[in-house]
Nanobody
Framework: QVQLVESGGGLVQPGGSLRLSCAAS????????MGWYRQAPGKQRELVAA???????NYADSVKGRFTISRDNAKNTVYLQMNSLKPEDTAVYYC??????????????WGQGTQVTVSS
């Protein structure tokens, strides 16, 4: 229903910044809730930030005040601005899109992931 492609990852020093982008295609972007998840080696995938179709946001406690999620419906793109990066932010970051059917069933779609490495 929707295809997601992440970009913007890379290597950055502690305290630095990165902006991740997720470009969506194949469906009506504005109706989807969007999120960024991350997965570090040996750990479970965890929610980092989410933004609803109406624009409300939620963040993991570990990134509050440092990360900002936003969306540009005209460009079918969601962003994650990451500031004051820490080594523990190192992970593969995945873009997620979620929708609910007319019967209340939830469907999730995932991008391929982009590596973020925070190291000196």
């Amino acid at each position: 229903q929707v295809q997601l492609v992440e970009s913007g990852g890379g290597l950055v020093q502690p305290g630095g910044s990165l902006r991740l982008s997720c470009a969506a295609s194949g469906s009506i972007f504005s109706i989807y809730a969007m999120g960024w998840y991350r997965q570090a080696p040996g750990k479970q995938r965890e929610l980092v930030a989410a933004i609803s179709s109406g624009g409300s946001t939620n963040y993991a406690d570990s990134v509050k005040g440092r990360f900002t999620i936003s969306r540009d419906n005209a460009k079918n793109t969601v962003y994650l601005q990451m500031n004051s990066l820490k080594p523990e932010d190192t992970a593969v970051y995945y873009c997620n899109a979620a929708r609910y059917s007319d019967y209340g069933l939830r469907y999730d779609y995932w991008g391929q992931g982009t590596q973020v490495t925070v190291s000196s």
